[in-house]
């Protein structure tokens, strides 16, 4: 979208009624690029509304980035083998990557990345309640990149077509990305899968407690979702949560078939008349209770945020040190 910029926007005239004449233009510049499934551009007008929504998702994602490094890299010191230690730290590594492109994108819409961990680390902005719950055994690494990253790349090649342009774009790597984390959480768990019985029951004891919370990653139902439906209407969000749940579910059968692991939920049954899989009533008092701070680490994983990021201190300050003194050096020699 470029038919009307936040420069051109401003109003030469000032009187009220020019500035109404020019806020209804902008306004309805923005709905018809929405309708045309045109992208919205940071220097593009854009409703208050739209920007904050696109700030607390964006921002609640690049924390849901970072945050989730550390479930995974508790097991990179005790992976079995130099193989798997070597896939851990690349993938823990591609999600701190994560959390930089959208970080990224949430400053375009005019907020630094202080602001933002900021607003994590005192608990004002949120990240995914999954990675609120241990990882117990090697096989969590593995029901983590099946289950998790699997429900993630659900929800996010959705918003590959996201109408802001910045976050769109963002999600096109991260999709990449993550395809990968989900086929080797896959390629784990079926290795465990195939091994002892004492492998078997460990990968399988592993999905009994991940498959749950990861249902509980799309969030909770669309009849009582407070931002979904205009996230939709502005093209954000192209799927209600309870579609990409089901969607969700349906790929996962047939997956833990192959895996000769069973999903823990006894009503779990394809249904011939509606062409999806029926499932069983998820457990929303426990998605409320993690997401109030209650689940079994939230204080663990914010106390380690907060321990990093006051540790990096001397690296951020290492880097504005260099920055500035390369502004210096370019100035003197201009
Ligand atoms: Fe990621
Ligand atoms: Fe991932």
């Not at 249904?271 to 209770?289: L, P, Q, V, Y």
């Amino acid at each position: 979208m470029t038919a009307v910029t936040a420069e051109t926007g401003t109003n030469k005239h000032g009187s009220p009624a020019a500035d109404d004449k020019d806020a209804s233009a902008h306004a309805a510049a923005f709905d018809a690029a929405v309708a045309a499934d045109e992208r919205i551009e940071p220097r593009d007008w854009m409703p208050e509304a739209y920007r904050a929504s696109l700030v607390r998702q964006i921002a609640q994602h690049a924390h849901s980035e970072i945050i989730g490094m550390q479930p995974e890299s508790n097991w990179i010191t005790r992976a079995p083998s130099l193989r798997r230690k070597a896939i851990l730290m690349a993938k823990v590594q591609d999600e701190a990557g994560h959390g930089l492109y959208l970080y990224s994108a949430a400053e375009t819409l005019g907020v630094s990345r202080d602001e933002l961990l900021d607003k994590l680390h005192s608990g004002r902005q949120k990240y995914s309640s999954i990675f609120n719950y241990p990882t117990l055994t090697w096989a969590d690494v593995g029901a983590i990149g099946w289950l998790v990253d699997g429900a993630a790349i659900t929800n996010q090649v959705p918003l590959c077509r996201c109408s802001y342009g910045p976050y769109a774009r963002a999600m096109v790597r991260v999709c990449k990305e993550e395809s990968f984390h989900q086929r080797q959480g896959y390629e784990l768990l079926l290795a465990l899968s195939q091994g002892t019985p004492e492998q078997h029951a460990m990968a399988q004891d592993a999905v009994d407690r991940w498959w749950w919370p990861s249902l509980m990653m799309f969030g909770p139902p669309d009849d009582e979702s407070s931002h979904s439906a205009q996230s939709m209407a502005w093209k954000i969000k192209r799927h209600s949560n309870d579609e990409l749940r089901q969607r969700f579910v349906d790929i996962c059968v047939p997956q833990a078939e192959a895996l000769g692991l069973t999903l823990p939920d006894p009503d779990l049954r394809w249904n011939e008349e509606r062409g999806h899989h029926d499932f069983g009533a998820i457990d929303w008092t426990e998605f409320w209770d993690v997401l109030k701070g209650n689940g079994p680490c939230n204080e663990q994983r914010l106390t380690q945020r907060r321990r990093a990021h006051e540790e990096g201190a001397w690296v951020r300050d290492a880097a504005a040190a260099y920055a500035a003194k390369q502004h210096t050096n370019g100035e003197a020699t201009a």
